[in-house]
């Protein structure tokens, strides 16, 4: 963490030509720095850590049962490596508590699609229909550790992470309202309704998740009356057994093809809607692996028909 902040400084002391750095006062995880012309700058969460929920952080590193990580990284939307469908026991989280007991629906649109299979493709959280320009809202307190243009199919995207262990994806937003290490309450406007990324409609795409994997948000929120299900929630291997499913049918499904010398390699060909993320989730492997198993960028733009070495 300390290279981390002399390098921010020393980006900071070279950005102005007449500037150098005076002095430097932490606040807690954020710190100000001051200049030498006398203007100062305020930059939030340098030393952050990501935790938030320090309680569920020592349960989930204190018991080897638990082998899940999940960093702070404000550039890459999705955890991965976390298998949640094998957990041994329940575990039991508040979704408010006496210090962060607020809920806000983040839009109060009728749902238009479910966290379920849509043809071939798993949907992982709940369509929200709305009009282009509804403001969206936080649904906890928490932090926000992803806010940009995301190339992989969410359009404009917030990620906030709660103090209760969740995460929310709040996706195709037309505008967004704040940034990455930025403090936001529950009912906080985060950004506007869109249209962005691949979206056939204008619609939030909201998503759950616990350590990277996906969970009914229904399991949460009662959409229909516009409310908290319930002050807790209790995360157990059924809820992610979509997982098991989906590795099942991509084993049926995949196309393998033997190389001269090499082991079987297995391949993918790109259907309509495809997208190189759907493809890492739908093969439990990573974003990353398939890019460089095919000499790839992650922006790529895929055609139908198209084979793509997934292993």
């Known amino acids: 963490m300390r290279y981390s902040f002399i390098i921010a400084l020393f980006s900071l002391s070279f950005s102005g030509s007449s500037q150098f750095i005076k002095d430097t006062v932490m606040m807690g995880e954020d710190s100000v720095v ?25 349960i989930i590193q204190g018991d080897s049962n638990y082998l899940w990580k999940e960093n702070w990284d404000t550039q890459v939307p999705y955890t991965y490596n976390n ?25 109060p649109g009728l749902v238009t699609s479910r966290f379920k299979y849509r043809g071939r493709k798993f949907h992982y959280g709940t369509d929200v229909d709305l009009v282009t320009g509804d403001t969206l809202s936080s649904c906890f307190d928490g932090i926000v550790r992803y806010a940009k243009y995301n190339t992989g199919g969410y359009g404009n995207l917030v990620i906030i992470r709660h103090y209760n262990g969740l995460e929310t994806y709040y996706a ?5 309202f704040v940034s990455a290490n930025q403090e ?32 009914n948000p229904e399991e949460v929120i009662d959409f229909k009356n516009r409310q908290l299900k319930s002050e807790n ?20 499904s995949s196309k393998t ?22 493809m890492s989730l739908k093969y439990n492997t990573s974003l990353d692996k398939i890019c460089k198993l ?18």
Not at 187 to 199: A, Q, V, W
Not at 297 to 310: D, F, P, W, Y
Request: proline letters at 3%.
């Open 34 to 58: 001051i200049f030498s012309d006398k203007s100062w700058e305020y930059i939030n969460m340098l030393n952050f850590d990501g935790i938030v929920n320090p309680e569920l952080h020592e």
């Open 83 to 107: 298998d949640l469908s094998k957990i041994p026991d329940t575990l039991w989280l508040c979704n408010v508590d006496s210090i962060h007991n607020k809920f806000c629906m983040p839009h």
């Open 172 to 176: 195709h937003l037309e505008k967004l």
């Open 184 to 215: 936001v309450q529950a009912g906080e406007h985060i950004g506007l309704g869109g249209n962005t990324g691949h979206s056939t409609g204008d619609h939030l795409h909201f998503e759950i998740r616990f350590f990277g994997n996906a969970l």
């Open 233 to 252: 929630l209790f995360i157990h291997a059924g809820m992610f057994a979509y997982k098991r499913k989906s590795s099942s049918k991509s084993n049926s």
């Open 257 to 278: 093809k033997t190389l001269p010398g090499d082991d079987k390699v297995t391949y993918h060909k790109v259907r309509s809607g495809d997208s190189l993320f759907a």
């Open 294 to 311: 095919n000499e790839i960028k992650a922006s790529k733009i895929l055609k139908i028909g198209e084979m793509i070495k997934v292993r």
